[in-house]
Structure formats: structure tokens, C-alpha cells
């Protein structure tokens, strides 16, 4: 599944706790869950009949990670928009949700650490149930 030690410091039991959550909200559906800071990134899960090695993974999702950083940067920007106590405000930001012709990929930020899900295409309800989970998990770190 992983290789320990982590290049981004995280512990075995946050790792599991990661995956699980993930696992449990989306099911079958999961291709893989990626957990990363500004500066490093783990993969932490991919489903077995995606790739035909661990590096072949590594490479696609190292991409999709240089990308999904961004996000770090925009951190004031979802501050502005969400305005406390504002009736006719959006609200704070929780998640990120890409739509692809085959699937999404969901970024969940929380301070300096974020998480990556892709999946296979689905029902988006479950999006909310694993963002809302692995949220409690990074802030809990």
C-alpha cells in the first residue's frame, strides 16, 4: 500500500486512519488517496488495477500533486470569500471537487497539509462524507 517512512513526517495509524476514511465513504470507487505538504507528498493508497508498478503511480500522481499545490496559494483568497456571520455568504471553504470525463479528484486542505482522492465516476454525495472526515483527521495533526 505505502512505504514507511513517510516523506512528509505523517505516523502509520494517521495514514490508516486516512485511507480508511476514504475507503469507507467511497467505497470501491477509490483509485487513490494521496496526503501532501507544500514541499513533499505520500502515496498512501492506489487500487491495485491502475498501474503496473508503484512507480508508474508515483509519477502521475507527482503531477497531480504539482498541481492540486495551488491550493496552499489560494488559501487567502477562500478566506475572502468566506466572510463569518455573512447571511449571504458562501460559507468557509471545505473541499475542492474536479469533474473529469472518467472520474474526480478531491483536494481537502487544512493548514499546511492536504489530501488527494481520485475515483472512478459516482455519485458526488459521497464527496461530503469522506472531505468532512479526513478534515477532522488534518485538523486533529
Known amino acids: 500500500m505505502y512505504d514507511v517512512p513517510f516523506d512528509t513526517g505523517i505516523e502509520t495509524p494517521f495514514a490508516d486512519s486516512v485511507i480508511s476514511a476514504a475507503r469507507t465513504s467511497l467505497g470501491d470507487t477509490l483509485r487513490s488517496v494521496i496526503y501532501f505538504t507544500p514541499s513533499e507528498m505520500d502515496l498512501l493508497y492506489v487500487r491495485r488495477d491502475l ?9 502521475v500522481k ?42 474526480f479528484v478531491v483536494r481537502v486542505l487544512e493548514g499546511d497539509a492536504g489530501v488527494i482522492l481520485t475515483t472512478d465516476s459516482m455519485d458526488v454525495d459521497a464527496f461530503e462524507d469522506a472531505a468532512t472526515a479526513i478534515t477532522t483527521l488534518l485538523a486533529a495533526t
Open 51 to 59: 498501474y503496473e508498478s508503484r512507480q508508474g503511480a508515483l509519477e
Open 62 to 103: 507527482s503531477r497531480l500533486v504539482e498541481f492540486e499545490r495551488g491550493g496552499f496559494a489560494e488559501a487567502p483568497v477562500r478566506t475572502v470569500l468566506s466572510v463569518p456571520d455573512d447571511p449571504s455568504g458562501i460559507g468557509p471553504y471545505e473541499f475542492t471537487v474536479r469533474f473529469h470525463r472518467d472520474g
